[in-house]
T-cell receptor, first 113, second 112 residues
Framework: QQQVKQSPQSLIVQKGGISIINCAYE??????FPWYQQFPGKGPALLIA?????SEKKEGRFTISFNKSAKQFSLHIMDSQPGDSATYFC????????????FGTGTRLTIIP | EPEVTQTPSHQVTQMGQEVILRCVPI?????FYWYRQILGQKVEFLVS????????KSEIFDDQFSVERPDGSNFTLKIRSTKLEDSAMYFC??????????FGQGTRLTVV
């Protein structure tokens, strides 16, 4: 019940295209859903996050769509650029974010010219 | 911009040896975490620390592991007798309270 399932495992998108990564969760106590971006040899860095009281959050080229009834959320990267090539992890936690993060399995995104 | 600092960046140790991984969290943060990531896999929670005590630990965090915040700034993870399967990237994270957790750059632990 604590798992966060993420797909796809890897994704190749052409420059300028839209990258979409999906996550699903079971634990209805989760109330904070961040996405982390990780470059090789680096720690995860927060990219964007959403709480379940809204269905969408947009920051620049990055958008989270959240479907509370389906217990799913997704990351959309518009106008994908080679610099976006990284591993992306969805995550979730509860207690207004004051608890451990449960991470998805990660998506390795490659943007090709 | 404040950041979480971890040392060393890479540690090689012999099986059975003790290692201490060090972290300096962001100064006004209250919640501290250790996570680990085996190569190519997801980030896994080890332990959380709040108000000078462990608030939660995973099944990975057995008696071989311990954490300390000895001086109000450093946050350490000790592995008493390392095993080959402890080889991983270990990340420290800190949080002010609510929402964003900031991660360090990690310590790559290699047990040989």
């Amino acid at each position: 019940q604590q798992q966060v399932k993420q797909s796809p495992q890897s994704l190749i998108v052409q420059k300028g295209g839209i990258s979409i990564i999906n996550c699903a969760y079971e634990n209805t106590a989760f109330d904070y859903f961040p996405w982390y971006q990780q470059f090789p040899g680096k720690g995860p860095a927060l990219l964007i996050a959403i709480r379940p009281d809204v269905s969408e959050k947009k920051e620049g080229r990055f958008t989270i769509s959240f479907n509370k009834s389906a217990k799913q959320f997704s990351l959309h990267i518009m106008d994908s650029q080679p610099g976006d090539s990284a591993t992306y992890f969805c995550a979730a936690n509860s207690n207004f974010g004051n608890e451990k993060l449960t991470f998805g399995t990660g998506t390795r995104l490659t943007i090709i010219p | 911009e404040p950041e979480v600092t971890q040392t060393p960046s890479h540690q090689v140790t012999q099986m059975g040896q003790e290692v201490i991984l060090r972290c300096v969290p962001i100064s006004n943060h209250l919640y501290f975490y250790w996570y680990r990531q085996i190569l190519g896999q997801k980030v896994e929670f080890l332990v959380s620390f709040y108000n000078n005590e462990i608030s939660e630990k995973s099944e990975i965090f057995d008696d071989q592991f311990s954490v300390e915040r000895p001086d109000g700034s450093n946050f350490t993870l000790k592995i008493r007798s390392t095993k080959l399967e402890d080889s991983a990237m270990y990340f420290c994270a800190s949080q002010k309270g609510g929402w964003e957790a900031f991660f360090g750059q990690g310590t790559r632990l290699t047990v040989v």
